[in-house]
């Protein structure tokens, strides 16, 4: 939701009273990646970016994103919201808004980070907020994608 719309009962309001929110401008449009697509009815080209992302995810770091066992934090609470934190910049680093990167250009980015599928436990990456941000910056960091 955050990619789409930074007041949803606005917006939900726009449409029951049979308006079109706002379209996102130059300057909102980094921030909101998918507002526009949203609102073009381009559902299934959101659907694309975000697959093709964790498809990236999954193909650099097989054993981790499918780990079911204790202390694994990937495919968890924590790993998918630092995921999900790390995809607006990560996006924006390879292309503009409304545009849909193959999941070889995210798996580029994601092989940069140079980390071990091994590397995604709950002792590196506490539990609760702390370990999001960690993992987050720790995927900034290792690819130079810019915030």
Request: overall charge neutral; proline content about 5%; aromatic content about 12%.
């Amino acid at each position: 939701m955050p990619y789409i719309s930074e007041d949803p009962v606005l917006d939900r309001d726009a449409y029951l009273n049979d308006r079109m929110p706002r379209l996102a401008d130059q300057k909102t449009v980094n921030r909101l990646i998918f507002r526009n697509m949203f609102l073009e009815e381009r559902d299934l080209s959101i659907t694309d970016v975000v697959w093709n992302y964790f498809d990236a995810v999954r193909t650099v770091w097989p054993s981790a994103w499918k780990a079911t066992g204790r202390g694994m934090m990937l495919n968890r609470t924590n790993g998918f919201r630092a995921l999900m934190r790390f995809l607006r910049p990560c996006y924006l680093h390879l292309t503009s808004p409304g545009e849909i990167p193959k999941r070889e250009a995210f798996q580029t980015i994601f092989a940069k980070a140079g980390m071990l599928d091994e590397g995604f436990t709950t002792e590196v990456y506490k539990p609760g907020t702390g370990g999001e941000s960690r993992l987050y910056h720790a995927l900034l960091d290792a690819t130079n994608v810019q915030e």
